[in-house]
């Protein structure tokens, strides 16, 4: 997600990624098929939600 | 680029307010209005406050003594508007305004077009407030520090736990409610923190959410600093008491999203980016309007809605 961010500025517009954190873990997931609970900020040990999770669609 | 539709009223904003100055305006005959929402639906803030078996009842109002979730108040507003013959454009942000002309320059899915409009109302909402907004909340900006709205979108939309040892640093509704929510999923009771001495929710709100959580508070705390490498590991204060976790919720305390009234050279304070409004929510420059909570301070959606359909009709009177 920094990665992206250094690249293209996301989250670091109006809301600060008020709004928009989430849904871009959606994108990032849906383009790369790493589970949202898989993400990571920079690395591993820095995943987005507590680790060791699996998802439960709502 | 597409050149200019003409509109009597454009509103800035599909939330609560921008809704309630919609309908007001459509009852009073006004039209043709032009509603901008940035999203791709309408309904603004109480939209993410879903309705899940055993969750925690959030963002509600009371009508007629049952109590309405933010989703369905959210519905029953996009209802009323859709009864309504507003001109709707989802997933559209305003990039350029030209205030004295009211020509707003717009970005959606179609390309970039520009509208004029003889009034505008800013309905745009607020956000909460990042860490160094709050300037007392010092540290690394690690993964797993989130706002409420992340809890929520982590929380309903995906079914997973941002924390399961969270820290709350926020003593408002919002924060209890986000501390509610992580209980009722299944996290530990949250560690609750705050500059005030005492919470700044009202003693019946904390009763309502002590059903879900209790959380450990600790108010007073003059500076403090976000721990951890990677992912936050918890909160240390100046003095050095500590309050480990695996994730921060930096919770509340409101920031109007004064941005475009900023970028259109309205009258702003700063930092605080409270509007400096004259009588009857008027803006700076005439002809521009204010509603709901981009006004500043805490409110609920129904506020919103007649505040925004107030708003209609000091509209109606300038034009």
């Not at chain 2, 049952?66 to 454009?89: N, P, S």
């Not at chain 2, 899915?109 to 003889?118: I, K, N």
């Not at chain 2, 010092?138 to 989130?146: H, K, N």
């Not at chain 2, 590991?233 to 919720?249: A, H, L, N, R």
């Amino acid at each position: 997600m920094d990665a992206l961010k250094r690249r293209t500025r996301v989250l670091t517009g109006r809301c600060q990624g008020f709004d928009c954190q989430v849904p871009l873990a959606e994108i990032v997931s849906g383009h790369t098929g790493i589970g949202i609970a898989q993400l990571t900020k920079n690395g591993p040990g820095s995943e987005l939600v507590a680790p060791g999770q699996a998802e439960v669609p709502a | 680029m597409s050149i200019g539709q003409h509109f009597k009223v454009a509103i800035i904003g599909g939330g609560p307010a921008g809704i309630g100055a919609a309908v007001g305006l459509a009852k009073r005959g006004i039209g043709p209005v032009v509603l901008i929402e940035r999203r791709a639906e309408l309904g603004g803030t109480p939209m993410g406050y879903r309705k899940k078996p055993g969750g925690v009842p959030t963002f509600v109002e009371w009508t007629r003594g049952r109590m309405v979730f933010g989703e369905e108040l959210a519905g029953r507003m996009v209802q009323r508007l859709a009864k309504t013959d507003t001109a709707i454009r989802l997933s559209t942000q305003v990039t350029k305004i030209v205030p004295a002309e009211k020509r707003l320059t717009l970005l959606g899915p179609e390309g970039v077009c520009e509208l004029t409009a003889d009034a505008v109302v800013l309905a745009a909402g607020a956000r909460e407030q990042t860490p160094a907004e709050k300037g007392w909340l010092a540290g690394a900006r690690t993964a797993r520090v989130s706002f409420t709205r992340h809890v929520t979108g982590w929380l309903d939309n995906h079914g997973l736990l941002p924390a399961r040892k969270p820290v709350v640093v926020g003593s408002d509704l919002i924060a209890y409610s986000a501390a509610a929510k992580l209980r009722a999923a299944g996290s530990d009771e949250p560690v609750m923190l705050d500059r005030r001495q005492s919470p700044s929710a009202g003693f019946l709100e904390r009763l309502f959410f002590r059903r879900w959580t209790r959380p450990d508070w600790s108010g007073g705390v003059t500076a403090a600093e976000i721990m951890g490498d990677r992912a936050a590991t918890g909160v240390q204060s100046s003095d050095g008491q500590e309050w480990p976790g695996d994730g921060v919720m930096v919770c509340g305390e409101l920031v109007p999203n004064t941005e475009l009234a900023l970028l259109a050279g309205m009258a702003v304070e700063l930092p605080s980016r409270q509007l400096q409004l004259a009588r009857s929510q008027a803006l700076s420059q005439p002809g521009w309007f204010a509603a709901g909570t981009v006004i500043g301070g805490f409110h609920g959606a129904q506020w919103c809605f007649f505040n925004g359909r107030r708003v209609a009709r000091t509209v109606a009177r300038f034009l």
